[in-house]
Protein backbone atom coordinates (compact mmCIF):
# COMPACT_ATOMS: atom_id res chain seq x y z
CA UNK A 1 0.00 0.00 0.00
CA UNK A 2 1.30 3.64 -0.69
CA UNK A 3 0.26 6.52 0.87
CA UNK A 4 0.18 9.91 -0.21
CA UNK A 5 -0.79 12.56 2.70
CA UNK A 6 -1.51 16.37 1.75
CA UNK A 7 -3.12 19.61 2.83
CA UNK A 8 -0.70 21.12 5.83
CA UNK A 9 -0.03 23.66 5.66
CA UNK A 10 0.14 27.20 7.94
CA UNK A 11 -3.20 28.45 10.35
CA UNK A 12 -3.21 30.58 12.73
CA UNK A 13 -4.82 29.15 16.05
CA UNK A 14 -8.40 28.51 16.35
CA UNK A 15 -8.29 27.96 12.58
CA UNK A 16 -9.36 24.96 10.56
CA UNK A 17 -7.24 22.21 8.28
CA UNK A 18 -8.27 19.02 6.43
CA UNK A 19 -5.57 16.54 5.57
CA UNK A 20 -6.16 14.20 3.13
CA UNK A 21 -4.24 10.69 2.05
CA UNK A 22 -4.89 8.59 -0.55
CA UNK A 23 -4.07 5.08 -0.83
CA UNK A 24 -2.83 3.06 -3.70
CA UNK A 25 -2.15 -0.79 -3.88
CA UNK A 26 -3.94 -3.48 -2.45
CA UNK A 27 -6.47 -2.86 0.38
CA UNK A 28 -7.57 -5.57 2.14
CA UNK A 29 -10.72 -5.66 3.69
CA UNK A 30 -9.81 -5.97 7.21
CA UNK A 31 -7.26 -2.87 6.69
CA UNK A 32 -7.78 0.48 8.87
CA UNK A 33 -6.12 3.27 8.32
CA UNK A 34 -4.79 5.81 10.95
CA UNK A 35 -3.61 9.55 11.38
CA UNK A 36 -0.69 9.93 13.60
CA UNK A 37 1.40 13.22 14.30
CA UNK A 38 5.42 13.64 15.83
CA UNK A 39 6.18 17.41 17.01
CA UNK A 40 9.98 18.15 17.10
CA UNK A 41 11.27 16.09 19.82
CA UNK A 42 8.71 14.39 20.72
CA UNK A 43 7.34 10.47 20.12
CA UNK A 44 5.03 9.70 17.21
CA UNK A 45 1.76 9.91 19.21
CA UNK A 46 -2.13 8.23 17.84
CA UNK A 47 -4.59 10.83 15.98
CA UNK A 48 -7.42 8.45 15.32
CA UNK A 49 -7.71 5.93 13.24
CA UNK A 50 -10.89 4.43 11.33
CA UNK A 51 -11.81 0.82 9.84
CA UNK A 52 -11.85 0.45 6.03
CA UNK A 53 -14.78 -1.43 5.98
CA UNK A 54 -17.57 -0.51 8.36
CA UNK A 55 -16.29 2.80 9.21
CA UNK A 56 -15.36 2.40 13.05
CA UNK A 57 -13.41 5.05 14.27
CA UNK A 58 -11.64 5.84 17.43
CA UNK A 59 -10.06 9.13 18.53
CA UNK A 60 -7.34 10.09 20.87
CA UNK A 61 -9.28 11.08 23.97
CA UNK A 62 -7.07 14.71 24.27
CA UNK A 63 -8.29 15.21 20.54
CA UNK A 64 -11.59 14.25 20.37
CA UNK A 65 -14.11 16.65 19.58
CA UNK A 66 -11.57 18.75 17.54
CA UNK A 67 -10.23 16.32 15.45
CA UNK A 68 -12.66 14.03 12.98
CA UNK A 69 -11.51 11.24 10.89
CA UNK A 70 -13.76 9.85 7.81
CA UNK A 71 -13.16 8.07 4.75
CA UNK A 72 -14.04 7.85 1.01
CA UNK A 73 -13.93 4.40 0.28
CA UNK A 74 -14.82 5.12 -3.35
CA UNK A 75 -11.65 6.80 -3.56
CA UNK A 76 -9.66 5.59 -1.26
CA UNK A 77 -8.98 8.55 0.49
CA UNK A 78 -9.01 9.34 4.40
CA UNK A 79 -9.43 12.50 5.79
CA UNK A 80 -8.51 14.07 8.95
CA UNK A 81 -10.54 17.13 9.43
CA UNK A 82 -9.27 19.38 11.99
CA UNK A 83 -10.73 22.41 14.01
CA UNK A 84 -9.98 25.32 16.42
CA UNK A 85 -6.41 23.88 15.98
CA UNK A 86 -4.07 25.18 18.96
CA UNK A 87 -0.04 26.10 18.87
CA UNK A 88 0.61 22.39 20.27
CA UNK A 89 -1.19 20.56 17.58
CA UNK A 90 1.83 22.04 15.60
CA UNK A 91 3.48 18.79 13.92
CA UNK A 92 4.24 16.16 11.12
CA UNK A 93 1.19 14.56 10.36
CA UNK A 94 1.60 10.76 9.12
CA UNK A 95 -0.92 8.46 7.27
CA UNK A 96 -0.74 5.09 8.34
CA UNK A 97 -2.58 1.84 6.65
CA UNK A 98 -2.82 -1.65 8.77
CA UNK A 99 -4.70 -3.07 11.63
CA UNK A 100 -7.02 -1.33 13.39
CA UNK A 101 -5.55 -0.10 16.62
CA UNK A 102 -3.91 3.05 18.40
CA UNK A 103 -0.27 1.94 18.30
CA UNK A 104 2.48 2.68 15.79
CA UNK A 105 3.19 -0.94 15.47
CA UNK A 106 -0.09 -1.61 14.68
CA UNK A 107 0.27 -0.11 10.97
CA UNK A 108 2.50 -1.47 8.84
CA UNK A 109 2.42 1.51 5.85
CA UNK A 110 3.45 4.85 6.05
CA UNK A 111 2.51 8.08 4.17
CA UNK A 112 5.65 10.84 4.04
CA UNK A 113 4.32 12.81 6.28
CA UNK A 114 2.20 16.65 5.58
CA UNK A 115 3.58 19.70 8.05
CA UNK A 116 0.92 21.40 10.15
CA UNK A 117 2.22 24.87 11.61
CA UNK A 118 0.14 26.79 13.91
CA UNK A 119 0.76 30.17 14.80
CA UNK A 120 -0.55 32.16 18.10
Same mark, same amino acid.
Given at each position: #?????????????????????? !????LF???? =?G????A +?????EF? !?A?????GR? #?????????????RD??K?? #???? =????? +???T !?????A !?????????????W????L #??V??
Amino acid at each position: #VQLQASGGGLVQAGGSLKLSCA !ASGRLFSNYA =MGWFRQA +PGKEREFV !AAISWIGGRT #VHASSLKGRFTISRDSAKNT #VYLQ =MNSLK +PEDT !AVYYCA !AGGYGTKVTDFGSWGQGTL #VTVSS
